[in-house]
């Protein structure tokens, strides 16, 4: 009887078990050439499993567990060797003197009491942790989409049609083939509606894009994390007491925030949770009377505009309006950033200066 499954696994028993001398870099090569033809998306072993639906029924569980076995098997092999290769490497670096693991670094300044300077997180990353902490703790689960979305997704299904003038509102880039680099990340709300039943409980963080004039508070490449809650009887109390909890999160009970009627076409109604301008305190100037760079004047952060999904947009993906409503919002988390440590201007974040970021 033909036995296919041990024919693979003879045939790489003995290119693995093949001495080679060869020096370390080659080794690794040949060794990913070996996982390649026995791992890769054409491999032998992915050619066994697709000779499983030939067999007869009562055969495919026991071949299938086979083959898995063996795929395990194979794996591990390779990492044993891939190993092997590379601690032969590094004796062999260390053998011609060129590598010398204990040399401190090169930055003359990256030492703090005399011992090396550890790294830490870029305050961004800092802050996406934290996002992501709080609300997975709320249950809501991390959804991610492309950066570069069809227009459908990223304005008409969500109620923003094509000559509607409310899509100037994220006037953008397009790629010669018409799509755009998402100006928000409700695209990725849009994508796990047409996917998902309700209840639905999603936050999706992630890079955005428009055609912003740079200032303090505006970029053209940004973070930004949308949230997305969907259910039986979701009302605007659920909207503000999640997003009151968020805050307090951030900024303890102390930072004065408000709610105010905003319009964004995909939610109704529509809202802006503003906070207190760090910098002024509210009063729209310094005591000398200049008008505060941070709020120009206004007192108030844009902080996370929100609202209740608009029953056009759920129509669009599919979920009855009639049975199920929900929240929605969407926050610049470099803005947050900016909240958290008092800073005045978004671009020293990403200007790839470490003396502000070593600060926080
Ligand atoms: N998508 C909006 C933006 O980026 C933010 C938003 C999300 C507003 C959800 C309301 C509700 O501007």
Same mark, same amino acid.
């Given at each position: ?8 696994? !003879? ?27 026995? &791992?890769?998306?054409? *491999? ?32 591990? !092999? ?35 009491? *005399? ?58 880039? +397009? ?32 890079? #955005? ?10 970029? !053209? !490449? ?6 997305? +809650? ?5 009302? &605007?109390?659920?909207l503000k007491a999640t997003l009151e909890g968020w805050i307090q999160r951030l900024f303890g009970p102390d930072l004065q925030i408000r709610f105010r009627p905003a319009f964004y076409p995909f939610v109704e109604p529509g809202l802006d949770l503003d906070a207190q301008c ?13 008008? #505060? ?12 505009? #929100? ?42 974040? +990403? ?10």
């Amino acid at each position: 009887m033909s036995d296919p499954i041990g024919q693979v696994r !003879a045939a790489f028993q003995a290119e693995a078990s093949a001495q080679t001398l060869d020096p370390p870099a080659l080794e690794l090569e040949r060794l990913e050439r070996l996982r390649v033809r026995f &791992l890769g998306k054409k *491999g032998d072993i992915n050619a066994l499993m697709r000779q499983l639906g030939k067999l007869p029924k009562d055969q495919r569980r026991d071949f299938g567990q086979a083959v898995n076995a063996l795929k395990t098997e194979v794996n591990d !092999a390779l990492l044993t060797l891939k190993a092997a290769a590379n601690t032969r490497a590094e004796a062999a670096a260390l053998d011609a003197g060129w590598l010398d693991p204990t040399l401190p670094t090169h930055a003359t300044d990256a030492r703090v009491d *005399g011992l090396p300077a550890m790294g830490h997180q870029h305050p961004i990353t800092s802050m996406l942790d934290t996002v992501i902490d709080h609300f997975t703790g709320l249950g809501f689960e991390v959804a991610s989409g492309p950066e570069i979305e069809d227009t459908w997704h990223n304005f008409d299904a969500l109620n923003i049609p094509k000559d509607h003038p409310a899509r100037d509102m994220w006037d953008t880039f +397009y790629t010669t083939q018409g799509e755009v680099p998402r100006t928000h990340t409700s695209s990725v709300q849009i994508r796990t509606m047409q996917t998902q039943t309700p209840p639905i409980r999603v936050i999706s963080p992630g890079k #955005c894009f428009r055609n912003e004039t740079i200032d303090a508070t505006h970029l !053209a !490449a940004f973070n930004q994390c949308e949230g997305l +809650y969907i259910d039986k009887g979701v009302s &605007l109390g659920h909207l503000k007491a999640t997003l009151e909890g968020w805050i307090q999160r951030l900024f303890g009970p102390d930072l004065q925030i408000r709610f105010r009627p905003a319009f964004y076409p995909f939610v109704e109604p529509g809202l802006d949770l503003d906070a207190q301008c760090f910098l002024c305190h509210g009063d729209g100037h310094n005591d000398d009377g200049v008008a #505060c760079p941070v709020c120009r004047t206004k007192g108030w952060l844009e902080v996370i505009p #929100c609202g209740m999904v608009h029953p056009n947009v759920l129509r669009n993906c599919g979920i009855d309006p009639d049975i199920w409503s929900g929240f929605a919002f969407g926050m610049g988390f470099d803005r947050l950033v900016m909240l958290q440590h008092g800073i005045d201007d978004l671009r020293r974040l +990403y200007n790839g200066r470490l003396d502000l970021v070593r600060q926080l």
